[in-house]
């Protein structure tokens, strides 16, 4: 390849991120999941006092991920790479499934190609997922891309289980036979989120078993001996590669007593992650359809190779999923054997979306014929159009909320008085607030360790101060005040009279008070 075409498709591939980007949309820093999972990071990158604060010395889930974000804020000092990031791994999923779906159908032909793209944009779009929460309910809105129980590879904002999307790039390396960059795509996912690592063997299962099946057809006994040497080579360099996940994902276990081990699971599946760990919490009928989608793109698959790599891992997947059911296992349920459907259900609506285009007979078959050549083509690139400005209306207003959320006054008051040996006790919902300020809290909600003492750790500090909030005395912020919480956040609604409590600031939605030791 040419300096000149490298230089084209490297710069064809940037308009798809920005184009696809802006389409899908993403959530303004630091929202939702971020709060979580860039806490580590920010502290490492001394983002404020969060090397202080008690989560961000807590064992971290995803080091990889938080390294990416400890370089990029303490070395470039630029948040805003955040978004550049995503929009790589968006325009990487882009590319990957077009290069799938054009496997399935012929997309040479211009209309062809303008209808899947503006299909493609319009399911993906924040548009559309709009539009499905509030006409069947927020289980919709992303049940035509993502997985099962609320599981996906994009979403709102840059997070580890974006790199997910490097599970797509293994599939296509796989139909390309370029088995060992595949096999890296697979290890690369689980190393920036091992909760991927059922995942990634599961699709690796899928490829041999492929190549197997490959090897049988033949009935050559010589081929399928090389075959059986072939698989467990590739056995070998698959597990040296996810080694360092498997590896790491164990020291979250190992040498944990088991019933502190199953305290700390329990905790997980029944209080925290329900939603996302316990069947009978997250089936529904969005999970029906998406069942639905993925055996259509099972049985409408025109590559064999393809539909081992969606029956396999399905199979394996569901009675797993089954297993969970059944037995009611959290250690089991936590291994999330569901999550590969984060992978089945965009390759099936990919697959159902290419033989859909591939109805319409192409303009060389009918070149005299205005619907092929002037009518489709104008309204595809019309709805491309109206999902970007969409997308683009959907950016400018979460920014407009995100400037206008309540405790943004607070925030922008603690960010700016705060001290290295401060914590604060604030309402459990109030997400935004650890990293936003750069302060130190107690606890909340939304964020929560996984290693097994730590989790009971957190369950205990949650239990606290929701006791507290339910029922405010000074009593309860006594002992809270014990265990080092020294700023007391509360509703503008709610009065606490203690002597201890000093009020420093206040507005309309919250107030801030200082915690003086007791006499």
């Known amino acids: ?19 696809f980007g802006v389409a899908y949309t993403q959530s303004p820093l630091y929202s939702s999941n971020q709060n979580t999972y860039f806490l580590h990071g ?52 882009f590319t990957t499934l077009y290069q799938l779906a054009a496997r399935q159908v012929d997309l040479r032909p211009r209309s062809r190609r303008l209808i899947f793209w503006a299909l493609f944009f319009l399911i993906h779009s924040a548009a559309f997922r709009f539009v499905l929460s509030r006409t069947l309910g927020a289980q919709w809105m992303y049940a035509f891309e993502g997985g099962l129980a609320n599981h996906r590879l994009l979403g709102s904002v840059f997070e580890p289980s974006a790199f997910g999307v490097l599970l797509l790039v293994a599939v296509n390396l796989a139909l390309q036979e370029k088995h060992y960059p595949a096999f890296l795509a697979l290890a ?46 590739d056995g070998l360099i698959f597990f040296v590669l996810i080694l360092p996940s498997v590896f790491y994902s164990l020291t979250f276990v190992v040498g944990i007593a088991p019933q502190v081990r199953q305290e700390a699971h329990s905790i997980l599946y029944q209080i925290r992650i329900p939603h996302h760990a316990d069947p009978r919490n997250w089936f529904n009928a969005s999970s029906v359809i998406q069942l639905l989608l993925m055996l259509a793109g099972l049985y409408w698959t025109r590559h064999p190779g393809l539909r081992w790599l969606l029956g396999l891992p399905l199979l394996l997947g569901a009675l797993l999923t089954l297993a969970v ?16 459907s984060v992978v089945l259900v965009p390759l099936s609506v990919t697959i159902l979306v290419s033989r859909l285009v591939g109805l319409i007979p192409s303009e060389a078959e009918q070149p005299h014929r205005e619907l092929l050549i002037w009518v489709l083509p104008s ?23 995100k400037r206008a959320q309540p405790e943004r006054p607070l925030i922008a008051f603690v960010a700016q008085t705060k001290q290295p040996q401060d914590c604060y006790l604030i309402p459990l919902k109030l997400q935004d607030f650890r990293l936003a300020s750069g ?7 939304k964020s929560h360790p996984y290693a097994p003492l730590e ?3 957190w369950y205990r500090r949650y239990r606290l101060a929701d006791q507290f909030y339910r029922n405010p005395s000074c009593e309860a912020l006594a002992q809270l005040s014990s265990e080092g919480v020294n700023h007391l956040v509360l509703p503008s609604t709610v009065t606490l009279d203690c002597s201890t409590l000093e009020r420093v600031y206040g507005d309309d939605s919250y107030q801030l008070f200082r915690i003086h030791p007791a006499n």
């Open 455 to 457: 989790v009971i750790e």
């Open 379 to 401: 309204l595809s690139t019309a709805l491309i159009a109206t999902t970007l400005l969409l997308g683009w209306v959907r950016i400018s207003l979460d920014l407009q909320r």
């Open 1 to 19: 390849m040419t300096l000149r075409r490298t230089i084209r498709s490297w710069l064809s591939f940037l308009i798809w991120c920005v184009l």
């Open 188 to 233: 690369l996912a689980t190393w920036f989120h091992p909760t991927y690592l059922l995942s990634a063997v599961l699709l690796f299962l899928g490829i041999e078993t492929w190549k197997l099946a490959e090897a049988h057809q033949t009935n050559n006994t010589h081929s399928t001996r090389q075959t059986l040497r072939s698989l467990t080579k």
């Open 439 to 445: 302060a130190p809290i107690y606890v909340d909600f």
């Open 325 to 340: 059911l059944f037995l009611g296992n959290p250690s089991l349920a936590l291994l999330f054997p569901w999550r590969v």
């Open 42 to 93: 920010a502290a490492c990158a001394n983002q404020g006092d969060l090397r202080q604060d008690w989560l961000a010395n807590t064992r971290d889930p995803t080091p990889l991920f938080s390294a990416l974000v400890c370089v990029t804020l303490r070395w470039f000092h630029a948040p805003s790479l955040f978004y550049f990031y995503y929009l790589l791994l968006l325009g990487l999923y």
